[in-house]
DNA sequence: GCAAAAGTGTTCGAGATACACCCATGA
DNA sequence: TCATGGGTGTATCTCGAACACTTTTGC
């Protein structure tokens, strides 16, 4: 509240976990780093924030840097400061997650990275300062809000199928699903449609292709209920929608 | 990630939004600023980050500074950054929210604050900076999370009674609720218990007192389902037990 | 014809919802 | 005795969960 008392000004990073979905695996991009502190190891993308630079704007930048992927899903997730987590510096990191469809994956090392490359969640090196911390409350999160909202179609391209859908949730959450029941249910949703073509994938029936009704928007599924209201009165189901290439504002979570 | 290239650096302050229940009515803590800049306006309570101090500490500190409470819920809300946000100087707000009992309330101005006052959720005076913003967020966050998990028992003094509790949802959701639906759903939750006590309270039948067996924790009540899984994996009831007097870790959502 | 993934319905149970009256007290 | 909030039970409905076989293709 009062920046002019005692100047305890820090470096503010924006820093952020990279979700796809690629060979029926949950994997993240992480960059070896070129620099000190933590040369050499790997880290998640991300950079200071710059003087005239929205939060979002920074995350993003990263991201395109990185990965020259845009207009993807972005989201805060949370703000690490420990005082410890950064040596010598005081820096604070406000940490994003973004979600890519396999489609869009165009690796490029640039910037402060001597490397980039896609992990899977399960088998990641130790990494630099506190990331692993932050990748952990990634999943979580991702975990949580496959349940209650429609950010799994953010993995998805253009056109997909029921099982490639079925199977970024099996992914994230870790579990088989039957196909019937996941079937009944997505589609009651009625956010998905057919595209009216086929693909055909190898030596069995073809699948048919559908494709996200409102592709941009992330909406809040599961309303909560609690106890039964005895009035009339309906407050509006939560829905955020989101210019491409535009992060995404403070999510109701 | 490297501090040392351009010197960005920003103040990080920890603002506060403190809920409570009182009255009937869902109100918030503000604080009239005593400094420039937005000298004499209404603002969140919030101090900024010192150089050893971790940010739930900072947001504690704030917290006790201008309420004289301790040891409540308290949980990272979201970040803000946009860099016009603030006049002169580029400051990020890493805003926090608590949950205070409506017992606890003792209020004294303090540090950088001329005068301390509740404020009922719908009838604000204009903000000092982006906490009108803020403020929507932490409602959104709050009315959300009451759904899916235990917070409301925050609110909950030592002993309370079922239609106080009831109360608490009425009041954040804004909606009467059903009294034997509630109390059905509330009761099967197993999270309450009678303390044998009533409380008499005017000319009708006395209520029985209730505490909260686990009254430190809050917890996910819904996991989510989606689509039903066909094996036997059970992925674990997520549980944060937060001690006393510190803060909560990144939440799941 | 055979391997491999796509596609499709029904039954069951738990929990959410709707709904109305008696109880204990103080004034 | 009356006004006030405390306290209780049942019927219905919706939605999630369990469960197995036929279809279409490429080789």
Redesign the interface.
Known sequence: ??????A??????A?VVIFTIQGGELKLLLVR?A?DPCRGQW?LP??????????DQTAMRALQVQTGVHGVYLE????????SR?PI????A?AYYALVPSEKLQLQAAG?AEAVDWFALNQLSNLAFDHA?IVT?AS??LS?????STIAFQFMPAEFTLSDL?QV?EVV??????KR??RK??LAQGRIEKTGRMRRNGSHRPASLFRVKNPHSVE?I??????????G?E?GQ?TRMRPVGQAAA????
């Open positions: 509240m009062k920046p002019q008392d005692t305890t000004a820090a470096v503010v990073t820093d780093r620099d880290a991300g950079d200071q924030v710059r003087m005239d630079e929205d939060l805060q997730l949370y703000t690490f400061g420990r005082p950064y510096a005081r820096v604070i406000v402060n911390e409350t979580r999160r949580a809000k496959l349940d209650y079925q949730y959450r870790q579990e088989q699903l039957d029941n996941f249910w997505i809040i599961r309303q909560g209920r609690s106890a039964s209201a005895n009035n009165v407050h939560e403070a999510p109701v979570r």
